[in-house]
């Protein structure tokens, strides 16, 4: 008899869980459970759709007919009540019940409310004018209010915050950030950063305010904690969320702030594991789309490796076989946003090393590169991502830099090699795509945009890739890009 595996979330972690167990060939019977009542999608192009230059459609990552021709059983609008360990089962909200073999927990995030006075009125509901960004039910209803207001206030200036922000500013919504901390982005880059950030947005029309919070709603707008008062017709809340974890807190599951898991992604029950924004390992969580994809990578090998065991009765179906270890992700984040340029390798505010940085208030560009035994392991890129995917190569590999290498690579040099090269010149094993691990011989082999989305999944996660994959293509004699976006 099949093993059931059962998946609880129907988001990028769970998509791609699903193609990495369908591409190992397990014969188990796969159920996702997704509590929203739409296919799965691409939650990193919700700004896109905002702005305009995506349609709903264009964001499914797998549609309904994908998961039944391959035998998946995908049920939307289905949300799960309870965890019942003992009896392996799940039961929804529509009292059906579903046993398992294995349980995957791919929960996600979800949005918290920031202590904001008027927010929900008296009979719980939030104020029409408010809105949060996290679904693409949100995404559709902001976009439909949008298209009827003047002005907009976003609560928040973190990544999601600004790709929002600067969404509505192109649709030509008088755009206004607030941030509580002293910068913008406080999370992945330093104050010079976070200067260069705000300059750019004042000069694209967005009124930028650190270092205050809102406090409270009224009539009139939004009152921030020193008395001044911004008018609004929409208030975007982009300020904060958090693992989503009541479902395995009231199964019994070890829980922190997210479900905590070993390097194998399982939970303290051997038969439930957890990937992506709700699990925690050592003691961190993330809520970046590579590491969430490398888990379910490691996951699905373990999977695989398990349910064959199960089914030679608990024998060592592969005797000598190492399995592969989640230990953490490098992580390469990427702000989407129409004329805002920001990457951030690794975690270059809090990382030890040798510190080498640039910034050109003029220019409006800053440059910071972390090195640790002659090793880069973290940057941060603001307003000029040229050097990017070489910085991205040299990140990923651990390329040992010569001594003079870091302050070249901020002028943009390498040491007795003139410029720095083009994506189009990179070797065919140089790894273009991290997200999808694709390589630049990969996306030669392709003859467009489309056949690199649909063959390598290249560009269809953060979307960074896409200007090296453009250049890549262009090498191609035959390579037409005309009526494609990246």
Known sequence: MSARVVVVGSGMAATRLVEELLARDTGARITVLGDEPHAPYNRILLSALLEGTHRADALTLRGLEWYADRGVDLRTGARVLEVDRDAREVGLVDGTRLGYDRLVLATGSIPTLPPVRGLVGMDGRLDERVHAFRSLDDALRLSRAAASARRAVVVGGGLLGLQVARALGVRGLDVEVVEGGDHLLRSQVGAPAGAILARDLRRLGTAVYTGTRAVRLTPAGLVLDHGYTLGTDLVVLTAGGRPSVA??????????????????????????????????????????????????????????????????????????????????????????????????????????????????????????????????????????????????????????????????????????????????????????????????????????????????????????????VRQLLATRPSTTLEGTRA
């Open 247 to 468: 479902l395995a807190r009231a199964a019994g599951l070890a829980v922190r702030r997210g479900v905590v898991v070993d390097a194998r992604l399982t939970t303290s029950d051997p038969r439930v594991h957890a990937i992506g924004d709700c699990a925690q390992r050592g003691g961190r969580t993330t809520g970046f789309v590579a590491p969430a994809w490398e888990q379910a990578g490691v996951l699905a090998e373990v999977l695989a490796h398990e349910l064959a065991g199960d089914l030679a009765g608990g024998a060592d179906p592969r005797p000598g076989r190492t399995l592969p270890a989640y230990e953490g992700s490098r992580t390469v984040a990427r702000l989407r946003a129409t004329d805002l340029d920001v990457a951030v390798l690794g975690e270059p505010e809090t990382a030890e090393g040798e510190v080498v940085e640039l910034t050109n208030p003029v220019a409006g560009s800053h440059r910071r590169l972390v090195v640790r035994d002659g090793v880069l392991v973290a940057a941060t890129l603001v307003g000029d991502l040229s050097r990017i995917g070489l910085l991205t190569q040299y990140y990923d590999r651990g390329t040992v830099l010569s001594p003079g290498e870091p302050g070249a690579l901020l002028r943009g040099e390498r040491p007795g090699a003139g410029a720095t090269p083009s994506a189009a010149t990179l070797p065919d094993d140089a790894e273009v795509c991290a997200c999808a691990g694709v390589s630049a011989g990969r996306v030669r082999a392709c003859g467009s945009l489309e056949q690199v989305r649909d063959t390598t999944r290249a560009t269809t996660g953060c979307g960074g890739c896409a200007p090296a």
